[in-house]
């Protein structure tokens, strides 16, 4: 299993540049998610999904638009990137389980610099 | 709301050296506990995890014991090697209903040789 896969590993945008991350899992995982890491403030949720064609807002979603339509993938969208989305960009998935305990299995994260 | 408190960092000691980070939290309901690793340009991986009051979470010499009086989940490690250095992140996530992972800022932790 290759686990989750993050594409591209950096990236440089100008201010109002559009891109999208990609994120993909190939262990069946339920649950995806996308977090920002900034120094000093651990991870943040910007966009969650809890399966197929279901996605919802975290605690910093303004800017970002997320879409789920396979269970496989969960693409992060930056509409109009500010130098504010600076940032380490993390996929993660996370499964149930019998016990419910939602252990979260990270990619390898983005590093996006927005100038 | 549920909530994650870890001591800052960093925190720098010597080979060999007694390592605790501490950790608390609030939360409704009965979390899940978890201590994610992140070494130098990776993402974080689970360290361990304890689902329940008394569990110990157990690996790689580090251990924490999920302690539901002090809403505590401290991460102790009785020699510390150079290779454990890396930033520690504390975290829970509720059992019920929701799978939403909340994470303590994150505790960076150097190693001297």
């Known amino acids: 299993n290759a686990g989750v896969t993050q594409t591209p590993k950096f990236q440089v945008l100008k201010t109002g540049q559009s891109m999208t991350l990609q994120c993909a899992q190939d262990?069946?995982?339920?649950?995806m998610s996308w977090y920002r890491q900034d120094p000093g403030m651990g991870l943040r949720l910007i966009h969650y999904s809890v399966g197929a064609g279901i996605t919802d807002q975290g605690e910093v979603p303004n800017g970002y638009n997320v879409s789920r339509s396979t269970t496989e993938d969960f693409p992060l969208r930056l509409l109009s990137a500010a130098p504010s989305q600076t940032s380490v960009y993390f996929c993660?998935?996370?499964?149930?389980?019998?016990?419910?305990?939602?252990?979260?299995?990270f990619g390898p994260g983005t590093r996006l610099t927005v100038t | 709301g549920n909530s994650v408190t870890q001591m800052e960092g960093p925190v720098t000691l010597s080979e060999e050296a007694f390592l605790t980070i501490n950790c608390t939290y609030t939360?409704?309901?009965?979390?899940?506990l978890f201590w994610y690793v992140q070494y130098p340009g990776e993402g974080l991986q689970l360290l361990l995890k304890?689902?329940?009051?008394?569990d110990k979470g157990s690996n790689k010499g580090f251990e924490a014991t999920y302690r539901k009086e002090t809403t505590s989940f401290h991460l102790e490690k009785g020699s510390v090697q150079v290779s454990d250095s890396a930033v520690y992140f504390c975290a829970l996530s509720e059992n019920t209903g929701g799978f939403k992972t909340i994470f303590g800022a994150g505790t960076r932790l150097f190693v001297k040789a």
């Open positions: 939360a409704t309901g009965y979390p899940s």
């Open positions: 304890a689902t329940k009051a008394d």
């Open positions: 993660a998935s996370s499964y149930s389980g019998t016990v419910h305990t939602y252990e979260q299995y």
């Open positions: 262990m069946n995982h339920e649950y």
